[in-house]
T-cell receptor, first 116, second 111 residues
Framework: DAGVTQSPTHLIKTRGQQVTLRCSPI?????VSWYQQVLGQGPQFIFQ???????GRGNFPDRFSARQFPNYSSELNVNALLLGDSALYLC???????????????FGNGTRLTVT | GQNIDQPTEMTATEGAIVQINCTYQ??????LFWYQQHAGEAPTFLSY????GLEEKGRFSSFLSRSKGYSYLLLKELQMKDSASYLC????????????FGDGTTLTVKP
């Protein structure tokens, strides 16, 4: 079975530009979360979507937005890119409802975003 | 909010046992996860604890004490391939989907 897939794998943008990152969850998973991981740190929570609704938002500015489609795939958009947005962006899917606390996260390999 | 602390680095010898500790302060707790992340790769799930006690899964075990806000991951019979970062993550009560991660413990296994 295919795992979580993310595209693109690498991306280089300049300050002020906009970027869209894509994620396809594991088949049967309805929950998708986005995390930002800076080198040497743990992943930081950005968003969680379940059944196409936003169920959680981390401490990120409004430049960050996301959505989930009827097929449960998801996009993360970042506007007005800053140098500090350079990071690995991880998408994770999980099985079960939004209240299935014991469902582990299954991560994709991430998108490495570099802002110059 | 959540605050999670783990040692930054640890070194151990092949075949030995190593214990990676994690302490957390949280306003709400709905379980603690351990993930393994090899350099340049995505984190992968290792274990889950929600009740106090030890969960064993092959060479890996994880322990939780909710009253102390403490967990550890125990790795036995270390292999070279166990060299990786180990991430402790706490799931939030206010948002079932949110996991707060520590910065990870980089384990180096030497021959």
């Amino acid at each position: 079975d295919a795992g979580v897939t993310q595209s693109p794998t690498h991306l280089i943008k300049t300050r002020g530009q906009q970027v869209t990152l894509r994620c396809s969850p594991i088949s049967g998973h309805k929950s998708v979360s986005w995390y930002q991981q800076v080198l040497g740190q743990g992943p930081q929570f950005i968003f969680q979507y379940y059944e196409k609704e936003e169920r959680g938002r981390g401490n990120f500015p409004d430049r960050f937005s996301a959505r989930q489609f009827p097929n449960y795939s998801s996009e993360l958009n970042v506007n007005a890119l800053l140098l500090g947005d350079s990071a690995l962006y991880l998408c994770a899917s999980s099985f079960g409802t939004a209240t299935s606390y014991n469902s582990p996260l299954h991560f994709g390999n991430g998108t490495r975003l570099t802002v110059t | 909010g959540q605050n999670i602390d783990q040692p930054t680095e640890m070194t151990a010898t092949e075949g030995a046992i190593v214990q990676i500790n994690c302490t957390y302060q949280t306003s709400g707790f709905n379980g603690l996860f351990w993930y393994q992340q090899h350099a340049g790769e995505a984190p992968t799930f290792l274990s889950y604890n929600v009740l106090d006690g030890l969960e064993e899964k092959g060479r890996f075990s994880s322990f939780l004490s909710r009253s102390k806000g403490y967990s550890y991951l125990l790795l036995k019979e270390l292999q070279m391939k166990d060299s990786a970062s180990y991430l402790c993550a706490v799931r939030d009560t206010t948002n079932a989907g949110k996991s707060t991660f520590g910065d990870g413990t980089t384990l180096t296994v030497k021959p």
